[in-house]
């Protein structure tokens, strides 16, 4: 176990095959680049997520993680996944599918990784000045992302007039999970 990819890579004397890589770790580090990394120094990856970013998960996929396990799954099954994944298979599953098939139309915004991040903080309902904490930035910058994405979105015609709006596309591009509405109980409640 290691907080960094660094760490893992200064740390490890060839003790194994596969690893299971946490899409959030210390340092705050890019999934894409982190797979690319491990896999460029030989290692085969397996994403070890909450599944709730289908963009990092498809970054991690692109730069070569052979499949996802999901952090709710039993340890025996992410285990099984590990030895599989160390045996030379590519596991399948919904997940992965999902984030291989997930929003083509995400693409064609083209938000940049700053800018997913901003939109995913101001989506949820944080104001102006709580995104840019959040991010270590100026409030004028976020600002400038805000203006940005919603030209984007605009571009490829998808409304982002609106906060609402703002949070259907971080919705429906995978940057936050689904919301589900409240279930009444029957007396109405």
């Keep these: ?13 060839g003790v194994c095959q596969v690893v299971a ?9 890019a999934p ?21 970013d289908v963009r990092h998960l498809q970054q991690a996929l692109a ?4 499949g996802i396990s999901l952090k709710v799954e039993p340890v025996t099954v992410t285990v099984d996944k590990l030895r599989r994944v160390a045996a030379g298979e590519t596991i399948p599953s919904l997940d992965l599918a999902a984030a291989i098939d997930a929003d083509t139309e995400f693409v064609e915004a083209n938000l940049s990784d700053r800018e997913a991040e ?26 400038k992302y805000v203006d940005r994405i ?5 571009q490829v015609g998808r409304p982002a007039g609106t906060k609402i709006d703002l949070l259907k596309r971080a919705v429906e591009d995978g940057l936050l999970p689904p919301i589900v509405p409240l279930k009444k109980d029957r007396t109405g409640q």
Excluded: H
């Design 1 to 13: 176990m290691a907080p960094t990819v660094d760490d893992f890579i200064d740390a490890d004397r």
């Design 21 to 29: 890589l946490d899409m959030q770790l210390a340092d705050g580090s």
């Design 32 to 52: 894409a680049e982190n797979t690319a990394r491990l896999v460029s120094a030989g290692y085969k990856v397996l994403v070890f997520s909450a599944g709730n």
């Design 63 to 66: 730069n070569g993680a052979k």
């Design 118 to 143: 901003c939109l995913a903080l101001y989506a949820t309902g944080y104001a102006l000045t709580q995104v840019a904490t959040q991010m270590n930035v100026q409030e004028s910058t976020v600002k």
């Design 150 to 154: 919603r030209e984007k979105y605009e």
